[in-house]
């Protein structure tokens, strides 16, 4: 008990880990000393959030101003990377956009198929993993747990994450289950479709148009190497403890960062849309920091700490939304499913399947870090200070160099993946289906080669220490404006 206190302590910087806000530990540095520290440029992420395409429509960017000149040393400080002095964006967009509408144009029924193939495999899974829950010769049954914890992960990144990016509009009939206006909306579709710690809904503002549409940006939610800059920055822990402050958001990120972040954006795109409009707006229950990554303030921040904060000053409003969001995932986990262990089999196999349960969730909050973070960070990852136009050619290359794929190819291979496997491709096409990246990753690779652009692809495992690195600051990713 002392030694998991001892850990959720830990968590009072961890709760500032993905922030700009100062941790608990360390102090916030000036800009010069950013500069320093290898954060050169980051003090110009503390805007705030706010982005005129997300007040609107964030496809409707036609105001927005056009690519940020790549060759251009004068532009770039007089540095300016090798790759970058003879590009032809304008060719490389070009076969890029042909990859593209060869790729729409084959998706189709075997799209469809594909996607209800990989939910049954997960359902079986997910079933295999129930009817073992109950039985163990050790304190829990680890076959059980990674079959739980499997399943609850593809889930989320494989038939959640690309319905709800409308992958498969263009193969269903708006009224289909898999069409993303009706794919987990409401709490009924949540309880069958997609049963997690976020609202689906919320992970539809969060990360189909902010992460999306503003990748790498200052208002991208989710920036590593701003959201972890408390972490990186503090000088007063041994980098050990920094690794350890990681580990512990790694176990318990989804409801600890994910869940209560993706709600506070939606929020804020309610309010800023109400705003827009003239019209009266419900409380915000999170007051909104100076950057997107602020989760460590309580009193600006929204993780389940600030949620406690507020009821100790008697609003309870912040807790009545997360419980809303959270009630129906832990319920349906690890309250309904042991009740049904303990009504069949007794006490002893009930508790048996809540542990099953409780290992599981900490395995599949493991896998989902391993498999999402590390998307976009490393040290050879470029973010981004400016802002870029919606389908434009920079649009398509940002996603490309502001991405990372890990090893592609067979279903098996990209079912552990979680299908996270193809970001560049995703980055570039949001709404395509699982198949249709597969199909056209080796293209889009074998263009970037043609015109050296670079194309990261590496194990995952590798991808991890790389993030991990950014996350504890012995590493920074690359700076496009900095020419780099």
């Excluded at 059980?144 to 593809?154: D, E, P, R, Y």
């Excluded at 959201?227 to 958001?249: C, D, G, Q, W």
């Excluded at 498999?371 to 870029?388: L, W």
Aim: proline letters at 5%; a positive charge.
């Amino acid at each position: 008990m002392q030694l998991v206190s001892l850990a959720l302590l830990s968590t009072a910087g961890t709760a500032a880990a993905f922030s700009v806000a100062p941790s608990l530990t360390g102090p916030r540095l000036a800009p010069s000393a950013l500069s320093r520290s290898g954060l050169q440029g980051v003090s110009s992420l503390n805007r705030p959030a706010t982005s005129t395409r997300f007040l609107t429509d964030v496809r409707g960017t036609a105001a927005m101003p056009g690519d940020v000149s790549l060759n251009s040393d004068a532009s770039t400080g007089g540095k300016l990377a090798p790759w970058r002095q003879n590009f032809d964006l304008k060719g490389w967009a070009a076969e890029v956009r042909a990859i593209e509408k060869e790729t729409r144009e084959d998706m189709g029924q075997k799209d469809l198929e594909h996607l209800q193939k990989m939910r049954n495999v997960t359902l079986a899974i997910y079933a295999l993993g129930l009817a073992t829950a109950g039985w163990a010769k050790l304190p829990w049954n680890p076959i059980s747990a990674i079959l739980l914890s499997v399943s609850i992960c593809v889930r989320w990144t494989m038939i959640g994450h690309h319905t709800c990016h409308g992958g498969y509009n263009g193969v269903v009939g708006g009224e289909h289950r898999f069409h993303r206006s009706k794919f987990a909306k409401g709490p009924v579709r949540r309880f069958i479709d997609w049963c997690d710690w976020m609202l689906p809904e919320a992970w539809d503002v969060e990360h189909n148009f902010k992460h999306h549409y503003e990748l790498g940006e200052s208002s991208d939610p989710d920036l590593l190497e701003r959201n972890a800059h408390s972490i990186r920055v503090n000088k007063l822990v041994p980098t050990a403890f920094k690794y350890f402050e990681m580990f512990m958001l790694m176990i318990m990120w989804k409801w600890f960062y994910y869940a209560p972040n993706t709600i506070k954006e939606m929020y804020e795109r309610q309010e800023m849309l109400a705003k827009a409009k003239g019209q009266p707006f419900e409380k915000q229950p999170f007051v909104m920091p100076q950057a997107p990554g602020e989760y460590g303030d309580a009193t600006k921040a929204a993780t389940i700490k600030s949620v406690f904060s507020a009821m100790l000053k008697l609003n309870f409003y912040p807790f009545k939304v997360m419980f809303g969001v959270l009630a129906p995932y832990f319920t349906a986990h690890f309250v309904i499913t042991p009740l049904v262990f303990y009504a069949l089999f007794g006490k002893v196999v009930a508790l048996c399947a809540l542990t099953n349960l409780l290992a599981a969730e900490i395995l599949t909050n493991i896998h989902s870090f391993i498999i999402v973070v590390p998307n976009h960070a490393g040290e050879d990852v470029y973010r981004f200070e400016t802002p870029v136009k919606v389908k434009s050619d920079e649009f398509y290359l940002r996603a490309v160099i502001g991405s990372v794929n890990f090893r592609t190819g067979s279903d098996l291979n990209d079912y552990f993946h979680g299908w996270l496997n193809y970001q560049i491709e995703h980055h570039m096409w949001p709404d395509m289906s699982m198949l249709a990246y597969q199909r056209a990753a080796p293209k889009v690779k074998a263009v970037c080669e043609k015109y050296g652009v670079p194309y990261v692809q590496e194990n995952v495992f590798k991808r991890l220490w790389k993030t991990l690195q950014i996350g504890v600051g012995t590493k920074s990713m690359k700076v496009w404006e900095n020419g780099d």
